[in-house]
């Protein structure tokens, strides 16, 4: 594979160090050592941003020796979510920061924002910063692009989602298994037209939950009508906007399943708007279970997924990993049909 243009790397597989980097921030070794060791040595600020600039393109990270050199651990870790605007994230934030704290490790807290090019960024940012370890919330991104740099600084990484591809720790919930069970509880309530909102098209999640609600229409003799199956992006509005148009159509369904919570409330905004009822005119359950479901009105059934209880177990893993501890590969949390005033008969 042809390299970068601009990339200075040597031409061999072999990791670069510090040499390289001052070559190509035009600085002496011992600059770079003392911005690496985050002296007292004064170094001009222009100075230092062209060295972690360089190192940076070089993919230059000290090495576990050098982090011996260099301190040893930083009692640090990094956190990326997909979207902190989304409130089911900072649930898993606060368990993994409790579990931090108990054991005075202090959490980077890193916004992806669902962009690539900003989770390549944090990565970077993280690995050079030399935190102890990287945990990774969602399945809506591949890592195996960054696993290379990850394995070079023999990394520590703790995914909450599923990572199939990946032989990395992951902390996942049964999504394909509430998929199911959400559906199933609207068909037990007589319902047969029921829709479904999905969420981002890279969210291994939402798959999973379409998956469940396929295999609960297919169990109950039902045909799985495709357009009833409707894109949204795990916000309010696609929700709000996906459910003007399925009650639009000639033969509506009586209840939607939505991906998540946020969309969900945006099913039930729409159904207000357009006079329809519910759960009279239209049954609606969510996932993920975040506060605000439980104080609208209807309140909103939901398939709970233990954000809090995941964040917690991520950094139990991560604390395991820290020590040198064998953690296993797959832990699987429970989720639980949380039925409330959103779901009833179909009329």
Not at 129 to 135: F, T
Not at 312 to 337: S, Y
Request: glycine content about 8%; overall charge negative.
């Amino acid at each position: 594979m042809d390299r970068a243009a601009g990339d200075e790397r040597p031409k061999s597989r072999a990791p670069a160090n510090i040499r390289d980097v001052a070559r190509l921030a035009g600085v002496s070794p011992a600059t770079v050592s003392r911005v690496i060791r985050v002296s007292d040595y004064p170094v001009k600020t222009e100075t230092r941003q062209r060295v972690l600039d360089a190192a940076a393109q070089l993919h230059f990270y000290p090495n576990d020796l050098a982090r011996g050199l260099f301190g040893e651990r930083t009692n640090t870790i990094g956190v990326l979510v997909p979207d902190a605007s989304n409130p089911y994230y900072p649930e898993i934030l606060r368990g993994v920061e409790r579990v931090a704290f108990e054991h005075r490790i202090a959490v980077i807290f890193c916004n992806v924002d669902h962009q690539a090019d900003r989770q390549r960024y944090y990565l970077d940012v993280l690995m050079q910063r030399r935190v102890d370890g990287l945990i990774g919330v969602g399945g809506d991104y591949d890592y195996r692009s960054s696993q290379e740099a990850l394995e070079r600084m023999s990394m520590r990484l703790v995914l909450i989602g599923r990572h199939d591809e990946l032989d990395y720790p992951t902390v996942e919930t049964p999504d394909a298994e509430g998929g199911e069970r959400a559906t199933r509880h609207l068909i037990d309530l007589g319902h047969r037209d029921i829709a479904f909102v999905t969420g981002s098209e890279t969210s291994l999640a939402s798959q999973d939950r379409l998956t469940g609600y396929r295999r609960a229409l297919e169990a109950a003799g039902l045909p799985v009508r495709p357009e009833l199956i409707v894109k949204g992006d795990y916000q309010e509005s696609s929700g709000y906007a996906r459910t003007r148009e399925l009650l639009d159509i000639p033969r509506p369904p009586s209840a939607i399943v939505a991906a998540n919570d946020r969309m969900a409330l945006g099913v039930m905004a729409a159904a207000w708007d357009l006079g329809a009822e519910v759960p009279g005119a239209l049954s609606v359950v969510g996932f993920d279970n975040i506060a605000s479901s439980k104080y609208v009105r209807p309140s909103l059934t939901t398939v709970e997924s233990p954000g809090h209880h995941a964040g917690e177990k991520a950094m139990e893993l991560m604390l395991g990993l820290i020590d040198g501890v064998d953690v296993p590969r797959r832990t699987v949390m429970p989720c639980e049909l949380i039925v409330r005033g959103s779901t009833g008969p179909r009329r």
